[in-house]
């Protein structure tokens, strides 16, 4: 219910009027004061005035399944959604709910992660409370090949949704880092359980350091936040769910051919690797080539130093500026 007072406070410009909340939820003038309460007690700020009603003037930087919900416009993906205070990692819990037979669509967010996750066995590192931590679980009915691509298409939602919500120039760099005045703001990590031709889930984790003051150590070299970059602390939570409803469009466009045949180069337009000079550091093996970016799969084509044209699968490699991280 609280869900549903929030939504409508939120979409009425207007005030609304006590009555009115009444006849919507069949309570009673005390119930709805009381949930209003509740709400205050919460940290929304809500006006009330006599014979006009109630309006919604400011909105805690919560990421409680309340507030995202109440903003959420999506088909399907995150109606369900799970709010947890601290766990491990938002990927390890959504893996373990889809073992129990979770909802494709469920989306996992916490306040704090003791072990976030990056890609080959690396850490994310983040504080609580000030970021965004989330994971997706999906099922889709693809072969399990292309189900990697995801990554991608969570980079695309990422870097779009920051783009309408902070009017900044973020970027893509390939694979599925989003970056913002060339430092990276946003990690991804897809993981899968999958038989040799059927997936049992997928799920698409991302980091994001919203409003996050400073970086400790090393981290401060390449790392950024998008408060660093815009000068002021925006809600993570209307920054969550643009993400889902973006990342469920780009979702429903590739299971439908398992490629990015249709989305490619919209990748492209935003990623920063493109038209400039790249090292390529695979294991073993460091190079530098050029690029204009991905293909239909979803890999980056370089053209090596030695003239050599190469496509490069995202698993084992990172790529880098020649001079520093892009
Ligand atoms: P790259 O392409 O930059 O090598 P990656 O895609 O292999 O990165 P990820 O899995 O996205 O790496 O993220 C893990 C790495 O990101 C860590 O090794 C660390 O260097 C860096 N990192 C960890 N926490 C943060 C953070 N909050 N913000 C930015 N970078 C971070």
Redesign the pocket.
């Known amino acids: 219910m609280k869900t549903k007072l929030l939504r409508i406070l939120r979409e009425t410009k207007e005030y609304v009027s006590g009555q009115q909340l009444c006849e919507c939820f069949g309570v009673s003038r005390t119930a709805v004061w009381k949930m209003i309460g509740q709400l205050k007690e919460e940290g929304y700020e809500i006006e009330a005035v006599k014979n006009r009603g109630y309006r919604i003037v400011n909105t805690p930087d919560v990421m409680s399944s309340q507030e995202i919900l109440s903003r959420l416009h999506s088909e399907w993906m995150g109606h369900k959604c799970i709010h947890l205070t601290s766990i491990d990692s938002t990927n390890n819990y959504a893996r373990k709910i889809a073992e129990e037979g979770a909802l494709a669509g469920t989306l996992v967010v916490a306040d704090e992660q003791t072990a976030?996750?990056?890609?080959?066995g690396?850490?994310?590192?983040?504080p609580d409370h000030v970021?965004i931590m989330m994971t997706l679980l999906l099922r889709p009915r693809i072969h399990p090949g292309p189900a990697p691509r995801m990554t991608l298409l969570m980079a695309m939602a990422a870097a779009q949704s920051i783009r309408a919500e902070t009017g900044l120039e973020a970027f893509i760099?390939w694979?599925?880092?989003v970056v913002l005045n060339g430092?990276?703001?946003?990690?991804?990590?897809t993981e899968m359980s999958a038989e040799v031709d059927y997936i049992n889930y997928v799920v698409v984790g991302i980091?994001i350091?919203v409003n996050?003051e400073s970086?400790p150590g090393?981290?401060a070299r390449?790392?950024?936040s998008l408060y660093l970059a815009l000068g002021k602390k925006i809600s993570r939570a209307a920054l969550a769910v643009r993400i889902v409803e973006r990342f469920e469009k780009l979702y429903e466009t590739f299971v439908k051919t398992e490629d990015l045949r249709e989305l490619y180069e919209e990748y492209n337009g935003m990623c920063i690797n493109c038209g400039r000079q790249v090292q390529v550091?695979e294991p073993g093996n460091v190079y530098t080539g050029t690029t204009d970016g991905i293909n239909e799969k979803g890999e980056l084509i370089v053209r090596r130093e030695d003239g050599e044209t190469v496509c490069i699968y995202a698993g084992e490699v990172?790529?880098?500026g020649l001079y520093g991280?892009v």
């Open positions: 976030g996750k990056g890609r080959r690396r850490s994310w590192e983040t970021n760099k694979p599925n880092d430092k990276k703001v946003c990690g991804i990590l980091g350091n996050q970086f090393e981290l390449t790392a950024g550091r990172s790529v880098r991280y």
